[in-house]
């Protein structure tokens, strides 16, 4: 069982669901900075921001077999 978003439910003990880690802080901030250029620019192209997310491994994820 895999979430792809990091929610607080999914890292609690009694769940301990893996995820895929979309770096929210981070995607946040990439989101003002392109809201802040496109008010000083409103006629700029648009522009693509990709992260790399990481997968954060819990209880959910079983061992690979041998």
């Known amino acids: 069982?895999?979430?792809y978003d990091d929610t607080y439910l999914g890292q609690l003990e009694e769940f301990?669901?893996?995820a895929?880690?979309?770096h929210a802080?981070?995607?946040g901030k990439e989101a003002?900075?392109?809201?802040a250029a496109r008010y000083a620019s409103p006629g700029a192209?648009?522009?693509e921001i990709a992260l790399t997310?990481?997968?954060l491994q819990r209880a959910t994820t079983?061992?690979?077999p041998r």
Do not use: E, N
């Not at 003002?32 to 809201?35: D, L, Q, R, S, Y």
């Open 1 to 3: 069982l895999i979430t």
């Open 16 to 18: 301990s669901i893996t």
């Open 20 to 22: 895929i880690d979309q």
């Open 25 to 27: 802080s981070q995607l």
């Open 32 to 35: 003002i900075k392109a809201v």
């Open 45 to 47: 192209p648009g522009q």
């Open 53 to 55: 997310p990481s997968l």
């Open 62 to 64: 079983c061992k690979k």
